[in-house]
């Protein structure tokens, strides 16, 4: 298994700096966030041996069993919540991620400001914009993100890093580009109020070319490192 994953990751990689280079930018500017959820620990730290040091994780139980799992490497491993955040979940995520890319009211912002233990950094968030319209789907609506980012950019015990989207699954590269371009203009419009975001969480294992042309500076990739799901997670 640590030989599969090493050379997921070593192809995922290449296509990062291919496609990087293709639209002129660096590839270093481009995070590559392993979505681990449903895998064990044992894949994380095969993928942490191959180099890999950003997890995200959509399930509160899974993941705080792989977190005390890991704890060895706690400090070398950067751990992300990327999934829906129910209030009484605040907390574990509070005390134990470094990162949450699913905000999506305010309500559960200052729940995580409030529980977030003051030996730790601020805790690094994005608010989730729901870009594709999808009655399914989490996040904001396009024009209500500009008041809720402003809203939590005060909570002091957050740090409000940028915009995260789940569009909805479409193919064909061009299509693909779309509800990308959309999120990058509104993460350029909070910006030119005044605001310093500076992370684009956005593109996954089938689009991540897409998000890549149009911006994104953190690519949420499971599959294509981990192989198919093969159990359900709680």
């Known amino acids: ?9 070593e192809v995922v990689r ?28 044992d894949d994380i730290r095969a993928a942490y041996t ?7 994780e959509n399930y509160m139980r899974e993941a705080l ?21 129910q209030s009484n979940k605040t907390r574990a995520i509070a005390e134990q ?22 030996h730790l950094p601020p805790l690094n968030v994005c608010i989730q914009v729901n870009i594709s319209g999808e009655a399914s789907k989490g996040g904001v ?36 580009c779309t509800p990308h371009r959309r999120l990058r203009e509104l ?7 005044g605001l310093n975001l500076d992370t684009l969480s956005m593109g996954m294992s089938t689009d991540f070319s897409a998000a890549i042309l149009e911006g994104a500076t953190i690519i949420r990739v499971g599959t294509a490192i981990f ?3 093969t159990y359900l997670a709680h």
Request: hydrophobic fraction near 50%; charge should be positive; proline fraction near 5%.
């Open 1 to 9: 298994m640590f030989s599969i994953i090493a050379k997921n990751l």
């Open 14 to 41: 290449r296509r990062i700096s291919a496609i990087s280079i293709a639209s002129g930018r660096d590839a270093a500017t481009v995070q590559l966030l392993a979505v681990s959820k449903t895998f064990s620990a």
């Open 50 to 56: 191959a180099g890999q040091k950003a997890f995200g």
């Open 65 to 85: 069993d792989k977190i005390a799992e890991l704890h060895l490497l706690r400090g070398l491993i950067e751990w992300h919540f990327i999934g829906p955040i």
């Open 97 to 118: 991620f470094d990162w949450v890319h699913s905000i999506d009211r305010l309500k559960i912002a200052r729940r995580l400001s409030e529980q977030r233990p003051t």
């Open 141 to 176: 609506a396009p024009s209500d993100i500009a008041a809720l980012v402003c809203d939590v950019a005060l909570l002091p015990r957050l740090r409000v890093r940028g915009l995260m989207s789940i569009p909805e699954p479409i193919f064909g590269l061009h299509i693909q």
């Open 187 to 193: 993460f350029n419009a909070i910006n030119a109020q």
């Open 227 to 229: 192989g198919t799901r």
